[in-house]
């Protein structure tokens, strides 16, 4: 990328260098706070970096870059990016070519290392033959720990994604993770099946595709996000993009981070690109709800165990170390 380009893109991120400042008069609002008696495996601080997509992979890539720098600054343990952020949404799929996908996840992972943070990034990723919609984890060796693709397609999705077939499930350092993609937020059993087995935050990167009347209708948390993290006793962090995204489609934006309880811990604007960064205190996330449901009604407790067990072998089976060679 040409030098004045990349400090055309740099100097519009500025304002992802500087956290949404907490809005203390906004209902729902809880305000950050310190690790208790410095017990720093009590908390994870985590941030959601809300996008507006580049037509070019590198231009992309250069956001990516100044928000991972900036989230480092604020000292967070993981960051989450929206779903495809590494070419958009309405990327022509069908020109993508698998070097490309490899030099973007290279330099991904170049990054988690030399910064020391975990990443959470939502690519597509060639398997094979297959093309598919993926959230990809690095952690802060840069090493990829897990790859989960989207099984539940939009109508846009299935023209050119292969479905995943498996739940995701993962650590970001000592604690137990999910995700889910975009249009899954409307199948609760993909958040509670991994729940039960084990995980405690969900990570939803998003990129919002709508007509502009339904991306109003989803803000100011009209989105089920404070439900589904209420209903499973776990947090919710979610990545959005935002603005304008062509032929007369929006993204919503309202990234979120969400309690256990279903307040709201931090909460993006609905037009600009910027970053939220909340403390999780992992005690409070406690999938009670979720575990509870293993054991009553009884009829179904059999049942239930048995999907976990399938939940977690299928999790293993759906990403093993060895497929970096997908993308290496």
Same mark, same amino acid.
């Given at each position: ?6 400090? !055309? ?58 928000? @991972? ?36 996840? /290279? ?7 030399? $910064? ?38 939009? =109508? ?12 995701? @499930? ?6 137990? /993770? ?18 039960? /087995? ?19 209708? *989803?803000?100011? %948390? ?6 589904? /993290? ?16 062509? %032929?007369?489609?929006?993204?919503? %934006? ?18 600009? =690109? ?16 979720? $575990? ?7 009829? $179904? ?13 299928? !999790?293993? *089976? %759906? ?10």
């Amino acid at each position: 990328m040409a030098a004045a380009e990349t400090n !055309a893109t740099l100097k519009t991120l500025s304002s992802l260098r500087r956290v949404l400042p907490a809005a203390a008069s906004r209902r729902n609002i809880s305000p950050m706070k310190p690790y208790p008696n410095g017990n720093r495996r009590s908390r994870l601080r985590v941030a959601a970096v809300q996008m507006k997509f580049e037509l070019t992979i590198p231009g992309n890539l250069a956001k990516i870059e100044a928000a @991972l720098r900036a989230a480092v600054l604020r000292r967070a343990d993981a960051v989450l990016f929206p779903e495809c952020a590494t070419t958009g949404y309405t990327y022509d799929f069908t020109t993508l070519k698998p070097a490309e996908i490899r030099e973007a996840l /290279a330099r991904v992972s170049a990054l988690a290392a030399r $910064l020391h943070v975990n990443v959470l990034l939502g690519p597509p990723v060639v398997r094979g033959r297959a093309l598919q919609n993926c959230l990809v984890v690095f952690d802060r060796r840069g090493r990829m720990v897990h790859r989960y693709a989207k099984c539940q397609l939009t =109508e846009s999705d299935r023209r050119v994604f292969t479905p995943g077939n498996a739940l995701a @499930l993962f650590k970001v350092d000592h604690v137990t /993770a999910t995700a889910i993609i975009c249009h899954e937020r409307r199948y609760p059993e993909l958040v509670r099946l991994a729940v039960m /087995a084990g995980a405690r935050i969900l990570f939803h990167p998003n990129a919002g595709l709508d007509p502009l009347p339904v991306s109003r209708r *989803k803000r100011c %948390g009209r989105d089920g996000i404070a439900v589904r /993290a209420f209903e499973n006793a776990i947090y919710y962090v979610f990545a959005n993009s935002v603005g304008p995204q062509g %032929g007369g489609k929006w993204a919503a %934006g309202d990234s979120k981070i969400v309690a256990p309880d279903g307040c709201c811990l931090r909460l993006a604007d609905n037009q600009n =690109e910027t970053m939220i960064v909340a403390d999780l205190d992992l005690e409070q996330a406690t999938g009670s709800y979720a $575990l509870e449901s293993l054991l009553a009604p009884r009829f $179904l407790a059999a049942s239930w165990s048995r999907m976990v067990a399938l939940v977690r072998r299928q !999790a293993r *089976k %759906g990403y093993r170390r060895s497929d970096d060679s997908d993308w290496r």
